[in-house]
């Protein structure tokens, strides 16, 4: 009961703490906006990252927006609304962004933390070509290091959802005769879908194929014993006519 209790303290403290950041993913190469909900009274502001850098500094008395560091040729400052906009944004720019007021005081005002992901690539989805495989159509669906294998019965098959540490989903879903796998992470996602039929008679057509030339296998080892009974046979024939006409000879 106490421990419960004291999990409940520990859990609540840490998400006040973490809930003064703000989490926002941007796709490699957009634009983000930085906005600013609440504004104390201030002297000037400033856009930081990592706290120290900083980006842009508005003084109010003068209205005078200066910009500093590496984004000064893909940033914007709102001077009304004070937001903070990046644009072009690179996996290196991923950090902490945080918009402080002074005056009287330091007033950490909004922080975020920004992560610059790739957008995900397709998944792949393949039947498992096993010809000795005993299923009709079991397939598997492949989404960066997540995989997905299922099976495609009467018309469906079982959903199922798996996700990464890194917030990287893969989602499997049936309908119809629809094989649908979708692939996504926070900034975007893409899905294969493909025919159950199409997807399981060419598994089918393969098996089939591996089948026949399994058995053209068979006649390429027995066709020599084939040739090789056939000719016993004519020679022995050969030889009983011989033998009818030497006593055909004795006859005559
Ligand atoms: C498909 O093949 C993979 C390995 O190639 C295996 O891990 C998986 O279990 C197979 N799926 C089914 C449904 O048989
Ligand atoms: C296929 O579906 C039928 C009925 O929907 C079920 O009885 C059977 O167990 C399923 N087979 C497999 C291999 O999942
Ligand atoms: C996954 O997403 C959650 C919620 O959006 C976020 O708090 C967490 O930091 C993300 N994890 C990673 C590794 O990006
Ligand atoms: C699967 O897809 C169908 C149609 O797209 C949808 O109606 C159904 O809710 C989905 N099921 C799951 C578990 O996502
Ligand atoms: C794929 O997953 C994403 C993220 O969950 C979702 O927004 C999107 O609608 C899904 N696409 C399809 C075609 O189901």
Redesign the pocket.
Known sequence: MDFRLLLIFVLSTHITVFSAEISVFVQTGNSVELCIQTLPEFDDLSWRKEKSEIIVRYTKETKRVKFYSSYKDRVDFNDKTFSLTLKNMQETDSGLYTARASGASDNDIVTYRVSVIDSVEAPVLTVNSSWFSPDPCSFMCKGGNIIISSIFNSSSCSPEEVTSLDNY?L?LNCSGDSI?C?Y?NPVS?K?NIKKANELCTANQKRRLAKEASLQLLWLILLLPIFVGLLALVIKKKEGAQQKEQTVYVKLT
């Open positions: 989903t989602r649908v979708n996504s996602w899905t």
